[in-house]
Structures are given as structure tokens and as C-alpha cells.
């Protein structure tokens, strides 16, 4: 998924990144509302994790943009402020979801991936085709029963070829929801980690070319 972290406070902005790029997300990192914007315009991200307090912008008038919008993307608003009515006014604007500091890095790991799964069409827990079982919660892949090893990375990428049942996934889909802002779209990184997919999937050949679409698991 591709991933949003909104949050003025710079050491819990990457902390919060470095967890969610552990968990195979692709995270973008915005540290005022403005910036925050200005990306949103840029990228479709699946989940936004949005401080309420932010300067520039306040949270508050991004998720009141974001809504306006009509984005498909989930918002998670943090908060060090825990009373009911707080809870109440940040879901009225739009948020899906309130989580209040201090929070633990798992429960908000496991809140992004449960809006993930809302932002998207509905999909099967656990991804099955060609033989390939992608299973998202444990992070484990097997081919006709056998354990593969993936980085990161190949497995973001996996999982958005099953995601799409068949259908052929564009190398630039493919870039906007595993890799973050800071990939060079001239660097060839998606045709690689296809390569290496290949390799470790093993055969017979999982992953095909359409040429001029990108790539596709019949």
C-alpha cells in the first residue's frame, strides 16, 4: 500500500515510517498541512496517517480537503488529545479512524492495514493463483507449497499482481503503490524486482510480460 505519515514531530514522523515500511508499505512523509496537500495532489495513497495538530495547514482542514476531494484514501487521525468529544469532532470531519499518543507501533500498523483493506475492492484474507499463496498477515509466500523468501519490496509487488486477478498491472501502478517518492521512475526498479520474483518463484514462469501493459499472473 501506498502510505501518507503527516506529523510535525520529525523523529516520531520517520519512526512511524521506518514501522510501516517494515510492514511492506510505501511510505511518503509530509511534516506540515501544506506539504501534506501538496502531495495528495500528487499521489493516490491508500491510508493517510494524519496528526490533527500540524502547522501550516491545520489536520483538521487536510482531512476536510481530503473528504472534499472525494479521495478513495482511508484517514487515521493521531491525537494527544484523548476525551470523547476530540474522538468525536476528528471523525465528524471525515476520519476513518482516531488514534490517540501515546499509541503502540503494532495497533497502529494493524489500523493502517485494516483501512488498507477498506480502501480497496474487496479482497481474499489470504491471495491464490498459479500456485501462489501470498498470505498479507504473516508475510509468507508459497508456491505449490514451498516456501519462498521475498524482500520487502517483491513482496509489495506480488501482492498487487494477485490483487488484480489476472488483469495486467502497469509498471507505473506498479511504482505508485510499492515504492515511495524518492524512486526514480527511469531506474528500471520494477523490471528488476519482476526479474527476481521470477527467479524465486522458480518454474514454471509466473509472471507474464504484456508487452506495451506491464505484467500480469494468469
Known sequence: MRVLVVEDEPLLADAIAEWLRGETHAVDIAYDGAAALERLTVHAYDVVVLDRDIPAVHGDEVCRELVGWGAAARVLMLTAAAQVADRVAGLSLGADDYLTKPFAFPELAARVHSLGRRSRPAAPPVLRRSGITLDPARREVYRDGR?????????????????????????????????????????????????????????????ETVTGVGYRIP
Open 147 to 207: 516456501y519462498v523468501p521475498l524482500s520487502p519490496k517483491e513482496f509489495a509487488v506480488l501482492a498487487e499482481l494477485l490483487r488484480a486477478d489476472g488483469a495486467p498491472v502497469s509498471a507505473e501502478t506498479l511504482l505508485e503503490k510499492a515504492w515511495d517518492e524518492h524512486a526514480d521512475p527511469f531506474s528500471g526498479v520494477v523490471r528488476l524486482t519482476i526479474l527476481k520474483l521470477r527467479r524465486k518463484l522458480d518454474a514454471p514462469q509466473a509472471v
